[in-house]
């Protein structure tokens, strides 16, 4: 009998489950044979630690002009002004008579005849007089000081600061805002060409983007979700479901991506459908809608930009499945950018592995090779999916190529008493007590990671009644793992992916061993799409590193791996966990004793070896792309 959580409105909570019948000891050396780890082997380019320019580089100075000193308490304004222009007129001489002292020629000769890409100068009519030159003008003047604004090399900048009226020549100081939040920070950790994000949104999309959560470190949970911008632009999701209403706000973006109805499958036979935007069962069925919006709705949804192409299902059946199957592989299936997603599934005796499960594996390997990522549930009997003791194994679930999905318990429903007119509300949490597999959904070695298994959905039904309230089932964690599958692909565009190397990929970006209920030796990995750092609401943390808001400790203390600043030399090592925030942390750089291996408990690699999710040193994307540990090597 099929089982559900439905959660709507104030009323009520009935529990019916979503899916349909649906040691060797280590030596180490001693602390004077070791070095520090330096920030160079961070992502990209490290910010500069005092805000300067980097050496070398050219760039926008601030010089200060003393307009004082030459002058006496009875000259006038004109000849403070001539003093001024003196500076300017020298500044301008010497900048065109050295410019082989900066480093990109091409880009003074831009802004000095205002061609310049970035600007729009020629179009703006500016509502200070800053004279003729582009290359040094005044932005400022008070008490005798004027502030010239100049585009030099770090070179000539030296030469002007010798120039008796100038009384310093420095670089422009970078600021930001007081946002919590860094978006290079976020950029730099997730390997995204740029960050959107969705504030205070629903809590099955905020634990989506950050580690963690461990209320002894964060004051005020972060309620942002942070994506990738491409957010699943250009990737078709395909949902094989029981129906579909796209009429609703949440499908509106049809000017970013299409959302529409495929075809009907009924007694395994191939139909068009009457109407792209509603299509449904016979008997109709909301399941479709709340998943479809679950993935990639725009407001709820994990990839919304995403194209959506629903499949009806009239009847849920091997036949009408294997008939689905078949056509999406030979009709829709674009190589490396398709998506399917399957919420069902169904317990068989182990020895019942008919010709029915083996045309359809078949069909599934199929997929997988023609560049498809196939995701589906694990089911919500809270039974192991290939169960030697009752017999019994989970298809597709157990399938080998398929990213099975299972569930966690994100609102905490088995150890909170709640009232549910505040539960029906809620988009943060208190404790770090809600990672634990949800007790319905089912566990194994098939089932490759963790999601939410309760969600906040908003849909129009079959009968265009609007709905929104939270819904529960691994028919959720699916769509959601499946919509992250669609943000990386929009985002890493030059990978084959398929379901293999997709598994692969979510698993390394996954937090790993947090989850609690599930046993000892199967995959223990939750949903994450790259961004770790967990930040505070409130900006206020009592901790440091990754799951403190990447804070830093004070001078001559280490972040240790449990994420508290320390002076204990014990800790402060890389074999230790000790954490690498900035180039001024006092982590010790053990080299591994065990060749190849890496991470917490063996220490770092050689120099110029990232450190792989699975903490083994090498240099291939592999190991030094997503999951790479940056405490332990490099990383790009």
């Given at each position: 009998?099929?089982?559900?959580?439905?959660?709507?409105?104030?009323?009520?909570?009935?529990?019916?489950?979503?899916?349909?019948?649906?040691?060797?000891?280590?030596?180490?050396?001693?602390?004077?044979?070791?070095?520090?780890?330096?920030?160079?082997?961070?992502?990209?380019?490290?910010?500069?630690?005092?805000?300067?320019?980097?050496?070398?580089?050219?760039?926008?100075?601030?010089?200060?002009?003393?307009?004082?000193?030459?002058?006496?308490?009875?000259?006038?304004?004109?000849?403070?002004?001539?003093?001024?222009?003196?500076?300017?007129?020298?500044?301008?001489?010497?900048?065109l008579d050295n410019k082989d002292t900066y480093e990109d020629i091409s880009k003074l000769e831009a802004i000095?005849?205002?061609?310049?890409?970035?600007?729009?100068?020629?179009?703006?009519?500016?509502?200070?007089?800053?004279?003729?030159?582009?290359?040094?003008?005044?932005?400022?003047?008070?008490?005798?000081?004027?502030?010239?604004?100049?585009?030099?090399?770090?070179?000539?900048?030296?030469?002007?600061?010798?120039?008796?009226?100038?009384?310093?020549?420095?670089?422009?100081?970078?600021?930001?805002?007081?946002?919590?939040?860094?978006?290079?920070?976020?950029?730099?950790?997730?390997?995204?060409?740029?960050?959107?994000?969705?504030?205070?949104?629903?809590?099955?999309?905020?634990?989506?983007?950050?580690?963690?959560?461990?209320?002894?470190?964060?004051?005020?949970?972060?309620?942002?979700?942070?994506?990738?911008?491409?957010?699943?632009?250009?990737?078709?999701?395909?949902?094989?479901?029981?129906?579909?209403?796209?009429?609703?706000?949440?499908?509106?973006?049809?000017?970013?991506?299409?959302?529409?109805?495929?075809?009907?499958?009924?007694?395994?036979?191939?139909?068009?459908?009457?109407?792209?935007?509603?299509?449904?069962?016979?008997?109709?069925?909301?399941?479709?809608?709340?998943?479809?919006?679950?993935?990639?709705?725009?407001?709820?949804?994990?990839?919304?930009?995403?194209?959506?192409?629903?499949?009806?299902?009239?009847?849920?059946?091997?036949?009408?499945?294997?008939?689905?199957?078949?056509?999406?592989?030979?009709?829709?299936?674009?190589?490396?950018?398709?998506?399917?997603?399957?919420?069902?599934?169904?317990?068989?005796?182990?020895?019942?592995?008919?010709?029915?499960?083996?045309?359809?594996?078949?069909?599934?390997?199929?997929?997988?090779?023609?560049?498809?990522?196939?995701?589906?549930?694990?089911?919500?009997?809270?039974?192991?999916?290939?169960?030697?003791?009752?017999?019994?194994?989970?298809?597709?679930?157990?399938?080998?190529?398929?990213?099975?999905?299972?569930?966690?318990?994100?609102?905490?429903?088995?150890?909170?008493?709640?009232?549910?007119?505040?539960?029906?509300?809620?988009?943060?949490?208190?404790?770090?007590?809600?990672?634990?597999?949800?007790?319905?959904?089912?566990?194994?070695?098939?089932?490759?990671?963790?999601?939410?298994?309760?969600?906040?959905?908003?849909?129009?039904?079959?009968?265009?009644?609007?709905?929104?309230?939270?819904?529960?089932?691994?028919?959720?964690?699916?769509?959601?793992?499946?919509?992250?599958?669609?943000?990386?692909?929009?985002?890493?565009?030059?990978?084959?992916?398929?379901?293999?190397?997709?598994?692969?990929?979510?698993t390394r970006l996954s937090e790993k061993n947090i989850i609690k209920n599930i046993d000892k030796g199967f995959?223990?990995?939750?949903?994450?799409?790259?961004?770790?750092?967990?930040?505070?609401?409130?900006?206020?943390?009592?901790?440091?590193?990754?799951?403190?808001?990447?804070?830093?400790?004070?001078?001559?203390?280490?972040?240790?791996?449990?994420?508290?600043?320390?002076?204990?030399?014990?800790?402060?090592?890389?074999?230790?966990?000790?954490?690498?925030?900035?180039?001024?942390?006092?982590?010790?750089?053990?080299?591994?004793?065990?060749?190849?291996?890496?991470?917490?408990?063996?220490g770092s690699c050689p120099f110029g070896y990232c450190c792989s999710s699975e903490g083994v040193c090498g240099?291939?994307?592999?190991?030094?792309?997503?999951?790479?540990?940056?405490?332990?090597?490099?990383?790009?």
């Amino acid at each position: 009998m099929a089982k559900l959580i439905n959660f709507y409105y104030l009323i009520s909570i009935v529990i019916i489950l979503t899916n349909t019948i649906y040691a060797k000891t280590i030596e180490i050396k001693e602390y004077d044979e070791v070095e520090f780890i330096y920030k160079d082997k961070k992502w990209g380019k490290p910010k500069n630690e005092t805000n300067t320019l980097t050496k070398g580089d050219d760039g926008y100075y601030m010089v200060f002009v003393n307009t004082t000193d030459q002058m006496s308490s009875h000259q006038k304004r004109d000849e403070k002004d001539n003093v001024l222009n003196f500076v300017i007129n020298k500044i301008q001489e010497l900048i065109l008579d050295n410019k082989d002292t900066y480093e990109d020629i091409s880009k003074l000769e831009a802004i000095e005849n205002d061609t310049e890409e970035d600007l729009e100068k020629r179009e703006t009519k500016y509502l200070v007089d800053y004279g003729d030159s582009n290359l040094v003008y005044p932005i400022s003047s008070v008490n005798g000081r004027t502030v010239l604004y100049a585009y030099l090399s770090e070179e000539l900048a030296g030469i002007i600061e010798k120039i008796p009226e100038v009384t310093s020549c420095m670089p422009n100081y970078p600021f930001e805002y007081d946002t919590y939040y860094k978006l290079n920070e976020i950029k730099q950790e997730a390997q995204w060409d740029d960050v959107d994000i969705r504030y205070n949104t629903d809590l099955h999309l905020s634990l989506l983007s950050q580690g963690k959560f461990e209320e002894d470190l964060i004051h005020q949970y972060d309620t942002n979700y942070y994506f990738p911008k491409s957010g699943g632009k250009d990737i078709n999701m395909i949902f094989l479901d029981s129906g579909f209403n796209f009429r609703s706000g949440d499908f509106a973006n049809t000017h970013q991506r299409t959302v529409k109805c495929a075809f009907n499958v009924t007694n395994g036979k191939i139909a068009p459908v009457y109407d792209e935007k509603y299509c449904h069962a016979s008997i109709p069925n909301d399941h479709g809608s709340r998943v479809s919006d679950c993935a990639a709705g725009y407001e709820h949804g994990i990839a919304n930009k995403a194209n959506i192409i629903g499949v009806v299902l009239n009847e849920l059946n091997s036949a009408n499945i294997i008939a689905a199957y078949q056509y999406v592989l030979d009709n829709l299936l674009v190589p490396h950018k398709t998506v399917i997603n399957c919420s069902f599934g169904e317990p068989f005796p182990k020895d019942m592995y008919n010709e029915a499960m083996i045309h359809s594996e078949d069909l599934i390997n199929k997929i997988n090779d023609n560049g498809g990522v196939m995701v589906v549930s694990s089911g919500n009997n809270g039974y192991n999916v290939n169960d030697d003791v009752n017999n019994n194994i989970y298809y597709p679930c157990a399938f080998k190529n398929t990213l099975c999905v299972g569930g966690i318990d994100n609102y905490d429903l088995e150890s909170v008493n709640f009232d549910l007119a505040n539960y029906r509300r809620t988009n943060v949490i208190s404790s770090s007590s809600i990672y634990k597999r949800f007790q319905y959904s089912n566990y194994g070695k098939e089932v490759s990671v963790y999601a939410p298994f309760f969600v906040r959905v908003a849909f129009l039904d079959s009968e265009n009644n609007y709905i929104d309230g939270i819904d529960g089932g691994t028919s959720y964690s699916s769509p959601i793992v499946a919509g992250i599958a669609a943000t990386i692909m929009s985002e890493n565009p030059d990978i084959k992916f398929n379901t293999s190397i997709m598994t692969k990929y979510i698993t390394r970006l996954s937090e790993k061993n947090i989850i609690k209920n599930i046993d000892k030796g199967f995959p223990n990995a939750f949903i994450n799409n790259g961004k770790h750092v967990v930040y505070s609401d409130d900006n206020l943390y009592n901790g440091c590193g990754i799951r403190a808001g990447n804070q830093k400790c004070p001078h001559n203390k280490c972040c240790s791996a449990d994420n508290k600043c320390t002076n204990d030399q014990n800790l402060c090592r890389s074999d230790k966990g000790c954490q690498v925030i900035s180039s001024l942390d006092t982590c010790k750089n053990i080299p591994s004793p065990v060749e190849g291996r890496c991470g917490n408990g063996f220490g770092s690699c050689p120099f110029g070896y990232c450190c792989s999710s699975e903490g083994v040193c090498g240099k291939s994307t592999s190991f030094c792309g997503a999951g790479c540990q940056i405490n332990y090597g490099s990383c790009y």
